[in-house]
């Protein structure tokens, strides 16, 4: 191969991440042949060996490294090398790195965490850092390192050439795709991600996320194009199963409606998993049977609170009252019972208190709760969101530690909160089954009805997942 890209998605069960396969088929449709290597942080030092020995050979100039979740295995665990492993997930990642330069290909990072390799220790050691979205920055990458033509770099540090988006925005989004091919080693049926739409219409005040504020159809990829690729999956692998990439699904009823046109005409039952916003799904409840007929089977809702001052606050105004009773409506309608339900909440914002806190998830927690999980998280200030860029309007002061405080709260005890409900989230069946999780653990063999009759295990799951990736080196190697 002439490219090679090591990447993985670290949580529960086995799922592929969209930002790899989309880099993958832009630097193929450019002509360069490329193996995508999943597992990356499993791999045993050995394995990995034989792996880039198989690969990285005279003609693979280039070696990347997707760190969006190449997280580590095992965090605080004492073992020397082991603060090495923050970026790429590995102890040994010094010594692959320069195996692989050894042979002669450069390093490039990308991903939501590549910038962590714009500093020591790492710098020094990679050779190139995409900021950002990546798909048109990475052909110009390649096309420097195969051809050296001149390429825009945004700085250099410690003799890495860093790479931002700006220097190659991306223009053609709506009309790309995702084109998984043989040396892929898709699975049999597997479920697989599929991007939708790549930015946000809302501008929610906790938000850093630098796509926001953007017009419907200007981010959101042609229906037909989007169900071309659902066909493609189909025909290839058997494939019924995705995981949308979209931040709300449901953030237009034209989109919803255009969608379910398409969607309805594929010749196999599709499902899939997606955000969407409950606030919006309450205010139109024609979409309702729509998005149960489209294929919607497990979707994460944004709530982030059930206290109206705060929903007010950071731009989710509608009343709890309202939005409660809506989503208990939506859950009687056919179907929606076998859709499974789950939202974040957000401990620490504007005017909520401890109180308040408890109010709410001793609602998620009542049995007859709409949602069927949720997931709780600290709220955390990035300097980009419109609280970091005004904290003083919102309440907010930083402390000499470096954490929030605010009249209602500090970050020190919203963090305590949140260990304290995701603790108590043990007792709900689907709590594992939610959302990403979805098309993950059925990728090992799971289903929504070994959760809801309790039979799932941790040690099982782990049991599979070992299967999967063993195949996997197995087929790998027979490339």
């Known amino acids: ?182 040396n892929d080693l898709i699975f049999p049926g597997e479920i697989l991600p599929i991007e939708l739409a790549r930015g946000c219409i809302f501008k929610c005040s906790f938000c850093s996320y630098s796509l926001i504020g953007k017009k419907v159809w200007e981010f959101n990829r042609d229906p037909e194009l989007v169900a071309a690729d659902l066909l493609d999956a189909y025909n290839k692998y058997g494939t019924t199963g995705f995981m949308f990439c979209d931040d709300t699904y449901n ?85 929606w019972k076998d859709i499974v339900t789950s939202s974040g909440f957000i401990i620490g914002l504007p005017y909520d208190t401890e109180e308040t806190v408890a109010k709410t998830f001793e609602w998620l927690l009542r049995e007859d709760c709409p949602l069927d999980t949720y997931s709780a998280t600290a709220l955390v200030i990035g300097p980009a969101s419109s609280i970091g860029k005004n904290m003083a309007k919102f309440g907010y002061k930083w402390d000499d530690n470096g954490e929030w405080y605010s009249e209602w709260m500090t970050e020190a005890r919203a963090k305590e909160i949140q260990l304290e409900y995701m603790l108590k989230l043990g007792d709900k069946p689907r709590s594992k089954f939610q959302f990403t999780y979805f098309g993950r653990m059925q990728n090992v063999g799971w289903s929504l009805d070994d959760f809801d009759n309790w039979r799932y295990t941790n040690d099982e799951s782990n049991r599979r997942k070992v299967i999967l990736q063993d195949n996997y080196y197995k087929k790998l190697m027979e490339l």
Not at 41 to 47: G, K, N, S, V
Not at 153 to 174: A, H, L, R, W
């Open 251 to 335: 953030d237009s009823v034209d989109k919803v409606e255009r969608l379910h046109e398409q969607f309805i005409k594929l010749p196999f039952d599709m499902t899939f998993s997606s955000y969407a916003r409950a606030d919006v799904l309450v205010s139109n409840p024609h979409t309702w049977p729509l998005l149960y007929e489209s294929g919607l089977r497990s979707v994460f809702f944004g709530i982030e609170t059930l206290n109206h001052a705060s929903g007010k606050a950071i731009g989710k105004g509608m009343n709890p009252k309202k939005l409660k009773e809506g989503l208990y409506k939506v859950r009687e309608l056919p179907g």
């Open 1 to 182: 191969m002439q490219i090679v890209i090591f990447t993985e998605v670290c949580h529960g069960g086995f799922g592929r991440y969209a930002g790899t396969y989309r880099i993958a088929t832009e630097l193929r449709e450019a002509g360069y042949t490329v193996q995508v290597v999943e597992f990356f942080t499993y791999w045993e030092t050995e394995d990995l060996i034989d792996i880039i020995d198989k690969f990285v050979t005279d003609d693979c100039k280039m070696v990347g490294f997707s760190c969006t979740f190449l997280l580590p295995r095992e965090f605080g665990n004492g073992k020397e090398g082991a603060k090495n492993s923050v970026l790429f997930g590995r102890e040994d990642i010094f010594e692959i790195i320069e195996y692989i330069k050894i042979k002669g290909a450069k390093i490039v990072v990308g991903g939501a965490n590549s910038y962590l390799a714009e500093d020591p220790p790492f710098s020094p050691i990679v050779d190139f850092v995409c900021g950002g979205q990546s798909d048109a920055s990475i052909r110009a990458v390649a096309e420097h390192i195969f051809h050296g033509t001149k390429l825009n770099v945004s700085y250099v540090k410690n003799g890495c050439q860093i790479i931002q988006e700006k220097e190659y925005p991306v223009v053609d989004f709506t009309t790309s795709s995702i084109k998984y091919v043989d």
